[in-house]
């Protein structure tokens, strides 16, 4: 049954008149309302802009329900499993509230068909992505469309809710994110791990190494991809040389090393591990539990069984028509990640970990709290009610696991005012357009521009790039039309005689957002090694908070965090001359 046909469409609202007011309620009924993503601050979210009154909304999601999200999100059921997200949660708060209006779009925030007049018909919209480029798109569109937004996200017992307004408060990228990203050095990864997170570093490189995008060849690698031109047994030779050949050189290695010490690794060929078909105690993280989990997620196996998910879903990946990046969420690459991690975990005698735990390391994953989520979609809705009635008083909401001591209270919800706008940000302000450069241009590929500057600098999902010299400008990329080009060096436009003095133009039409790239050559540096130069303005920097601005939390549609580890920050771009 409806709320509406429980208490009838007069009394499902009469409180919430009665806290806002007849016009402000009467604001809110006649608000539209984007909600871009249906996941676990999604749901909720829905769920209570019905509940609050609202009766005009749409909702985005790309993703379709999986089994891992009905503990949390609760719109959906069994029966909603590879269902569009977007579709199913529309149906079902249509469901709470019949007379509303809710329309669901399955699809990406990024596709051009939803563009800038799609984004200004709204009054209001309310975030709940899953990734900075998806924010930050937003974010752009939202700006330039002069619509206010919301903000959010949840890290397990913790959140934070910040509404934009456009030259009142900061945007999304008047701030450059930084959060901080282990690293490891490359020799650890390779020679002596001692973790699992080390495992499944090396265990993603793996997958990158034959099934990912962009990878540079060395010797190993050239032997590897050698066995797949053989016509049998190349998935074992491939097995045999990375957890038996590999490991015996590295145990020799280190046994002839000056310090001492010998080692004894574990080595594994395919014949060893069909011989291992039960799970050791000692061999698996906390040993293994005396009843069974009931999730497979959290069940642990034997080698001989990893070895067989190793080769079945190398094949599987082996007949792809084309290389896919790495992806937490692809069946086949997770399971992939498991065995390499796990199978190396044994050689190298590290405690072997369950599928679920593998996923959370490599994925930089916080399990998401169902309860964070809703206080969270609640103190969306409030900002939301703030701008309907004017914005006079908004405030940046922060969810704390351990109260904060305000005015001898404690408190769990922080609240404190909007820090101020950044007036050289790119995006809502008219600040400098320019990145300073310094890199090796002549060898740098079209293909790093389009993945260093346009993807992960500055999130453009329909890139443009020309190379200008004076009245000299030469378009040598544009989105899906001259893709022939991403191989190709600059040195192909770009005469060696006269590298200096070259800017380049990076444009995102979709966007309507142009910044420039003025270019120091400096031929001894390799080409991912560029420099950013030049004075870039420093943003003002809010007031301390549970979670600082210059940090904000990054949820995804799953309720999960996915941790994000900028390469260098791109403050001091903006909109330029094609704005």
Not at 36 to 51: D, Q
Not at 325 to 334: E, I, V
Not at 521 to 549: E, F, I, R
Request: glycine fraction near 6%; aromatic fraction near 8%.
């Amino acid at each position: 049954y409806s709320f509406c046909t429980l208490l009838g469409a007069k009394r499902m609202f009469t409180h919430a008149k009665r806290v806002v007011g007849e016009e402000t309620f009467e604001k809110i009924q006649k608000a539209r309302v984007l909600v871009c993503g249906a996941g676990g601050i999604g749901c909720e979210l829905l769920k209570g802009l019905v509940l609050s009154g609202f009766r005009d909304i749409e909702v985005i999601d790309l993703d379709t329900v999986d089994s891992s999200n009905l503990n949390r999100q609760f719109l959906f059921r069994k029966e909603h499993v590879s269902k569009p997200k977007a579709v199913v949660a529309a149906e079902a708060v249509q469901r709470i509230n019949p007379d509303a209006v809710i329309k669901a779009h399955y699809g990406n925030v990024k596709s051009p068909q939803y563009d800038l007049d799609f984004y200004s018909s709204f009054d209001i919209i309310l975030n709940g992505l899953d990734n900075r480029s998806a924010r930050s798109h937003v974010n752009r569109l939202a700006m330039k469309a002069n619509v206010p937004l919301v903000e959010s996200g949840t890290m397990g017992y913790n959140g934070q809710v910040q509404p934009i307004i456009k030259n009142k408060t900061q945007c999304y990228d008047c701030n450059p994110k930084q959060a901080g990203q282990v690293s490891f050095a490359v020799c650890t990864i390779h020679q002596s791990p001692s973790t699992m997170m080390h495992c499944v570093h090396y265990a993603k490189e793996f997958y990158k190494r034959f099934f990912g995008e962009d990878v540079d060849q060395d010797p190993e690698l050239a032997t590897l991809l050698g066995y797949l031109q053989e016509e049998e047994g190349a998935v074992e030779k491939i097995f045999n040389a990375v957890f038996c050949d590999k490991i015996a050189e590295l145990q020799k290695l280190r046994n002839n090393s000056a310090s001492g010490r010998n080692v004894d690794f574990r080595l594994l060929s395919v014949e060893d591990a069909k011989k291992i078909t039960e799970v050791c105690h000692e061999d698996v993280e906390g040993g293994v539990p005396e009843s069974e989990p009931q999730l497979e997620s959290q069940k642990f196996v034997s080698i001989a069984q990893l070895a067989d998910d190793f080769e079945k879903a190398f094949t599987a990946l082996l007949q792809r028509p084309e290389k896919t990046p790495w992806d937490k969420d692809d069946d086949l690459a997770l399971r992939l990640t498991v065995a390499v991690s796990n199978l190396r975990a044994y050689n190298f005698r590290i405690p072997m970990h369950s599928p679920f735990s593998i996923k959370s390391i490599a994925g930089n994953i916080i399990p998401a709290i169902a309860t964070s989520n809703a206080v969270i979609s609640g103190a969306i809705i409030l900002e939301a009610i703030n701008i309907i009635k004017g914005g006079e008083h908004i405030k940046v909401q922060s969810l704390r696991r351990f109260p904060a001591r305000i005015k001898r209270k404690d408190c769990f919800i922080v609240p404190e005012d909007p820090p101020k706008v950044n007036p050289k940000c790119y995006v809502c302000q008219s600040g400098t357009n320019t990145m300073y450069v310094k890199m090796n241009l002549l060898e740098t590929t079209v293909r790093f521009l389009v993945k260093t500057f346009c993807e992960h600098e500055l999130s453009m999902p329909c890139p443009m790039i020309s190379l200008s010299k004076g009245d000299d400008e030469k378009l040598i990329y544009e989105d899906e039309e001259m893709t022939q080009n991403e191989a190709k060096p600059l040195k192909t436009w770009i005469p060696a005689d006269a590298p200096q003095g070259w800017s380049i133009l990076l444009e995102d039409m979709l966007q309507e957002l142009t910044a420039e790239l003025v270019v120091t050559h400096d031929p001894t540096l390799d080409v991912a090694d560029y420099k950013l130069t030049g004075d870039k303005p420093t943003a003002s920097k809010p007031a301390a908070a549970a979670n600082s601005q210059e940090n904000p939390i990054e949820s995804d549609d799953d309720g999960d965090v996915v941790a994000y580890h900028p390469k260098r920050s791109h403050q001091g771009v903006s909109r330029g001359r094609h704005s």
